[in-house]
Nanobody, 117 residues
Framework: VQLQASGGGLVQAGGSLRLSCAAS????????MAWFRQAPGKEREFVAA???????TYADFVKGRFTVSRDNAKNTVYLQMDSLKPEDTAVYYC????????????WGQGTQVTVSS
């Protein structure tokens, strides 16, 4: 399984970005997919996940601002990020195949998101 995250960049507070995670064939349709992030000096934290069984789940700090979705035909998962805050600055990672709480089998490389105040 290969995952390729993209879409990061520099945006002002209050702005929006959409991250994409392109996966190898059938990955998105087969597995729970998730987004995590890691800010400098902090541990990696869960952001959002999308699952055929349990639907969409979000960390409390992004509820109402971020939306996770997927396109099975394109083997791609998206993270729409609105009302961005400086504290959302981090490297964002996509992951596939949930093994347990915050444990995933496959990880993509990160994409940097920087929110200026």
């Amino acid at each position: 399984v290969q995952l390729q995250a993209s879409g990061g960049g520099l945006v002002q507070a209050g702005g929006s970005l959409r991250l994409s995670c392109a996966a190898s064939a059938r990955t998105v349709a087969s597995y729970t997919m998730a987004w995590f992030r890691q800010a400098p000096g902090k541990e990696r934290e869960f952001v959002a996940a999308i699952s055929r069984i349990s639907g969409n789940t979000y960390a409390d700090f992004v509820k109402g601002r971020f939306t996770v979705s997927r396109d099975n035909a394109k083997n791609t998962v998206y993270l729409q990020m609105d009302s961005l805050k400086p504290e959302d600055t981090a490297v964002y990672y996509c992951a596939a195949q949930r093994l347990g709480p915050n444990q995933y089998n496959y990880w993509g490389q990160g994409t940097q998101v920087t929110v200026s105040s």
